[in-house]
Structure formats: structure tokens, C-alpha cells
């Protein structure tokens, strides 16, 4: 052994003998699980690069469509650049791309990805696009999402990606939140850390390193960090008792990767979170006791490089802070010029740089990159949709769809339950009136454009009146709010067709339930964010209220099972919409007919949602 050991440097002597003294005290990432062999790759492949080399094995350049190939192939062969991260485009041009790289890389890439829902988030017409994190928040059986990363964990490596940028550990606990919002599994710290969890092992137990994000935590602001720098003004007692408890838990779970987030937090640094030695190196690394790798979120977003002019600097200056990795950047000889200068100010060692790329060869290696296969095209597409994730989808569907109102028990519908009237608000979906009707209740369907008149509208109510029971589903939703988020608390303003609304929301839909939210035998069903009921003023005197989160065809099947009652209602809000829908409340039988109200003073205080404060 010893003879060995002498064949490395003498930093890697420190790592190893570190990582195995101290392995019953502290938590490292499978990849430091590392042998021999492994550990001879490393320092072999480390101790051939020139200095610049090592420089660039920190970076990860972007991909963006085929045009790309030119610009990343040059940056590969002149600079050795550590990996890269794709963007868009189709998953055939991405298997393409990275057949060719591996053919003129000197060193093994890396390939990385934003799949927070799956491939598809990425390749849409590819990919398969899986349940988003807010419908997993209200889902109980947590073990389904470690089904789903598991999944994702199979995709992403048939098109070469072995690094995937998630879970989103953040508390989304402001529903202003322009960026983060559905992207989290919610407001409640243990729930998000738990199904955080899940997620990291379903990726990690397959080989596929698991990145955290965004530490410290972007849950809790109305600034997007790729516009602008959101600030976090919370004491530090706050932020130790939620926003780093996910991350926290995470770190003890051997998650592989944290992103460091750009944000301000004045409590700890008047510096941007992911430059600040404070939050990386002190709190992250040697206060929470991160050992894996820390990337900085993309340092071309506009939170960073509206504060440079020139590039590269913050490049630097996030190694500096403690990162080991920079994500998304592309002006590779600027960063390590500016990286040259910070080791000569003294700023930062050659020896924080072998940390880092140590670090960094021990997750290649571990994920298998120095033995890449040529990616095969031939059933790529069958591979990519296997039987099991529709499945999936569906099981999680089931359990997501929250019922939050049933007053007078009109739920589940049946044919004593009169005639009924379905209206469809946005689109025509056709699963709830095929469903109804497969069961032999009497039902006629009506469909209202988003953007009807208001003679449209009321000529619709009075049809409606002869019903005895309707059922209302909207959809057309925005996932995104897009626009100035005019709320029920926010405003004593009546609807006018003049004014915006947030998440798609239409003068004409307000306008609908402004009628028919009085009658006592309506069941409404929003297919989309949870927040978008924060715009519609007394949707809860409805006899019942269903919420699914997002819309696809999945969860409308859900939904007709819930009303049929082929399926009880199991969903719970994952976040609080305002004072009337708090975090953690669902029906869970159609006979329960009182939604646990919550009143604020009996609030934890991660299940309030903190808007436009300046303090806590």
C-alpha cells in the first residue's frame, strides 16, 4: 500500500488517507468510494496536463443546437475543457454531437443536462417529460419519484448524459417567485428534503450524478437570477432552519453535486452567493461539510454578468469562493487568464486547483466516462419511451390530483347524479365527458374560448341553468405567471377586460366564475399551477374544487377517475396558495367534507408565504 501511495502526489495521499480515516464521521459522494486503479487513472491523467489544461477541466461549455458542434469541438481540442452542458434541440443531433466529441477530446468529457422532469424538459420532441416538482409535492408515496429518477437516470445515459442538474432542494415558499415556483416540491423543509432525496438516489444508484440546486436557497424572492440578482433578506437563524435544510439532508444522503445559486444574502456577503467565500467555502463546504462537487449555475446568467465587463472575472472569482466547477461559460482563455491572476495575487493555489480537479476525475471515472461507448442511434426513440414510464406517469398522476372542496358530497358523480353539464374552459378536453359517459351518466359537453365575449359568457351561464350538476374545467393555463400577478389579496379591484392576469388567465374566465361561483352545484377543476386560484376571487364557494398542478393527459385521466370515484382523492397542497388554501391540506375521502382550514397563527413558519417582506 505504502508503495503505492508513493506513486501519487502528496496531496492525493492527504484526500485518500482523509477520505478512509474519517469515513465514519463524515459523508462523501460515492465517487470518492474510489480503488486503486481508479485512483491511478486520476493522478495519471492529472499530472499530464499543462496548468492551462487544469484550468479547463473546471469549466463546462454550452450546447446549444447542432450550429454549436464547430465552436465546443475547438474549445475541446485547443483548451481541454472539463465537459459540457446541452441545451436544446433533438436527441439524435445530441447522441451525433457526442460521438464525435468523445473522437476529439485528449481527455474524457463530461456531458450534463437540466433534467428536472426528464429529457423532455430539454428535448421536447424527444424526451420524455415526466410530472414537474410541484406535482410530485403533493404526491404521499415518495418512493414513486425515486421510480421516476431512475427512469430519467436510464434516458439520460442513452444519450451520453452522465451529470444531471437536480433536484430543485429550494422551499418555494413566496408565490411571487418568478423562476423557481412549480420547479419545487414545496414550501414544507422536511417534505422537500425527503422527496429531494429520493430523487438524488434514483439518479445516484444508477450512476448518474445528482446536482442539488440552488444553494443557498432561490425559493424565497420575486427576482429571476437570469435577469437580474434576487436578494435574500432573511437572519441567519431563518436560513439555518429552512433554506439549508434540504441541502443539509441532502449532503448527509452522498448527494454528488450542489449548484451554487446567484443570489445576495446581506446577512452573510454583500457578495453574489455563488463569489462569496463566506457561503461556498465557509457554510457550504466546512459548516454543512459538502465533500463533493459544487458548480456555480450558469456564469453567463445576467445576476453575474451585469456586475463585469469584461468575461472570465467572475469566472475566477468563483473558484475563488470554493466552486469546483463552472458551468455554462464559453470564453475559455479570458477565464483562465483571470484564473492565473487570482493564483499570482495569491488569491487562490495551485493546490486548491489539484483539489478541484481531483475531485472532478473521481466523478468521471466513477460514472464511467473514461470508457465511453459509441452512442447508437438504432432504436433510440423506442429507448427512449419505454412501456414503464407512461405507467409511471400515470401512478404518480393519481396520486397528485387534490381535492380541496366537496361541499354537499356532489362527488364522486353517478348516474343518479342528474344531468350534467361539462365546460370546458381554454381547450376541449375529451377524457372527462368520454369517462362520464362510459358510465352512463347524462351529459352534454359545452367548450368556452378564454378569450369569449361577455354576451358568450352569460349566454352560456343561462344555458347552464338547467343542470343539475356542472363541472368546469379550465385549462389553456400558463405554467409561468408571464405577467404582473394581480391576486385576490393584491387587489380591490373587479375584473375589467383591460386588465392582465397572471398564469393565462383571461377577463372572460374571471368574468365566467364571477356568475357562476353563487351557484351551489358547481365542481371546478383547474389543470394547472397551483398559484393561479390566488387569482380568482372566491373560487372556494364552489361545491367542489380539484387542482392538478399542471395539464397533460395523464392527470385528466386522473381527474375523471376522482370524480367517478374509481380512485380516492390522495393530493395535499404542496405550497400555500394564500389565507384561504394552505400548505398541507387535501381531502382524502369524498364523505370528508371539511378541508382542515389553518389558521394563520397556528402556521409553522416555512408554510407562510413571505411576499414583498423587507425583514423577517
Same mark, same amino acid.
Given at each position: ?20 480515516? #474519517? ?19 486520476? =493522478? ?97 408515496? %415518495? ?10 437516470? +436510464? ?31 414545496? $414550501? ?31 425559493? %424565497? ?42 443570489? &445576495? ?8 452567493? !455563488? ?5 461556498? &467555502? ?35 472569482? /468563483? ?7 463552472? $458551468? ?25 486547483? =489539484? ?13 464511467? /466516462?473514461?470508457? &465511453? ?23 404518480? !398522476? ?10 354537499? &358530497? ?6 343518479? !347524479? ?72 393584491? +387587489?380591490?379591484?373587479?375584473? +375589467? /377586460? ?39 376571487? =372566491? ?12 395539464? #397533460? ?50 402556521? #409553522? ?10 425583514? %423577517?
Amino acid at each position: 500500500m505504502y508503495k503505492f501511495l508513493k506513486r501519487i502526489t502528496f496531496l492525493f495521499i492527504l484526500m485518500h488517507y482523509f477520505i478512509n480515516v #474519517n469515513a465514519q464521521n463524515d459523508v462523501y459522494p460515492k465517487y470518492f468510494d474510489a480503488s486503486k486503479e481508479d485512483l491511478v487513472w486520476v =493522478d495519471s491523467v492529472w499530472n499530464a496536463f499543462s496548468d492551462n489544461e487544469k484550468i479547463a477541466q473546471l469549466f463546462i461549455v454550452p450546447f446549444y443546437t447542432p450550429k454549436s458542434y464547430n465552436e465546443v469541438s475547438m474549445l475541446v481540442r485547443k483548451y481541454n475543457v472539463g465537459g459540457v452542458i446541452f441545451f436544446k434541440g433533438r436527441a439524435e443531433d445530441q447522441v451525433n454531437a457526442i460521438n464525435r466529441l468523445n473522437t476529439v477530446a485528449k481527455t474524457p468529457l463530461i456531458y450534463t443536462l437540466d433534467a428536472e422532469w426528464g429529457l423532455g424538459m430539454r428535448l421536447p420532441k424527444d424526451g420524455i417529460s415526466y410530472p414537474y416538482a410541484m406535482t410530485l409535492g403533493a404526491i404521499e408515496n %415518495d418512493e414513486l419519484i425515486y421510480r421516476m429518477a431512475e427512469q430519467i437516470s +436510464t434516458q439520460l445515459k442513452r444519450v451520453g448524459v452522465k451529470v444531471s442538474y437536480g433536484p430543485v432542494a429550494d422551499l418555494n415558499n413566496n408565490p411571487l417567485n418568478p423562476v423557481i415556483n412549480y420547479r419545487s416540491f414545496g $414550501e414544507n423543509k422536511e417534505k422537500v428534503a425527503r422527496k429531494s432525496i429520493q430523487y438524488m438516489r434514483g439518479l445516484q444508484d444508477n450512476n448518474v450524478v445528482s446536482v442539488a440546486k440552488h444553494f443557498p436557497g432561490h425559493g %424565497d424572492t420575486n427576482v429571476d437570477s437570469h435577469k437580474d440578482l434576487p436578494i435574500i433578506p432573511h437572519s441567519i437563524k431563518r436560513l439555518d432552519s429552512l433554506e439549508l435544510y434540504p441541502f443539509s439532508k441532502l449532503i448527509e444522503a452522498g448527494v454528488g453535486g450542489v449548484m451554487s445559486a446567484h443570489l &445576495q444574502v446581506p446577512v452573510w456577503d454583500d457578495k453574489t452567493s !455563488s463569489l462569496s467565500h463566506k457561503i461556498i &467555502q465557509e457554510i457550504l463546504r466546512d459548516s454543512l461539510g459538502f465533500n463533493g462537487l459544487i458548480f456555480t449555475d450558469g456564469i453567463l446568467m445576467d445576476a453575474i454578468t451585469k456586475q463585469y465587463k469584461g468575461y472570465g472575472k467572475a469566472d475566477a472569482e /468563483a473558484l475563488v469562493a470554493g466552486n469546483d466547477v463552472i $458551468e455554462f461559460t464559453n470564453h475559455i482563455d479570458k477565464a483562465i487568464k483571470e484564473v492565473k491572476l487570482q493564483i499570482d495575487k495569491g488569491n487562490l493555489s495551485w493546490h486548491q486547483i =489539484d483539489e478541484k480537479g481531483y475531485r472532478m476525475l473521481l466523478m468521471k471515472r466513477w460514472v464511467g /466516462a473514461d470508457k &465511453q461507448k459509441r452512442l447508437l442511434l438504432s432504436h433510440l426513440d423506442e429507448d427512449l419511451h419505454p412501456l414503464e414510464a407512461q405507467q409511471l406517469i400515470q401512478e404518480i !398522476s393519481d396520486e397528485a390530483v387534490t381535492l380541496l372542496e366537496n361541499k354537499k &358530497q356532489l362527488l364522486p358523480l353517478s348516474t343518479n !347524479s342528474g344531468r350534467v353539464a361539462i365546460v370546458n374552459i381554454g381547450a376541449d378536453y375529451k377524457e372527462l365527458p368520454k369517462g362520464l359517459i362510459a358510465k352512463g351518466v347524462d351529459v352534454k359537453s359545452y367548450f368556452l374560448s378564454k378569450y369569449a365575449s361577455e354576451s358568450q359568457v352569460i349566454q352560456l351561464t343561462k344555458a347552464l341553468q338547467k343542470y343539475d350538476v356542472i363541472v368546469t374545467q379550465v385549462g389553456g393555463l400558463y405554467m409561468s405567471q408571464k405577467v404582473k400577478d394581480i391576486a385576490v389579496e393584491l +387587489t380591490n379591484h373587479k375584473p +375589467t /377586460a383591460t386588465m392582465k392576469y397572471p398564469y393565462g388567465v383571461t377577463y372572460s374566465t374571471l368574468k365566467y366564475f364571477d356568475i357562476t361561483n353563487k351557484w351551489q352545484n358547481q365542481i371546478v377543476v383547474f389543470l394547472g399551477n397551483a398559484y393561479t386560484l390566488r387569482t380568482f376571487k =372566491d373560487i372556494e364557494n364552489n361545491s367542489g374544487l380539484i387542482l392538478t398542478y399542471q395539464n #397533460n393527459k395523464a392527470l385528466r385521466k386522473s381527474v375523471t377517475k376522482v370524480i367517478l370515484g374509481d380512485i380516492l382523492p390522495k393530493g395535499t397542497l404542496p405550497v400555500t396558495i394564500d389565507q384561504r388554501f394552505k400548505e398541507g391540506i387535501g381531502l382524502k375521502s369524498f364523505d370528508d367534507h371539511n378541508v382542515q382550514k389553518i389558521n394563520s397563527e397556528e402556521l #409553522n413558519v416555512q408554510e407562510v408565504p413571505k411576499i414583498n417582506k423587507q425583514n %423577517d
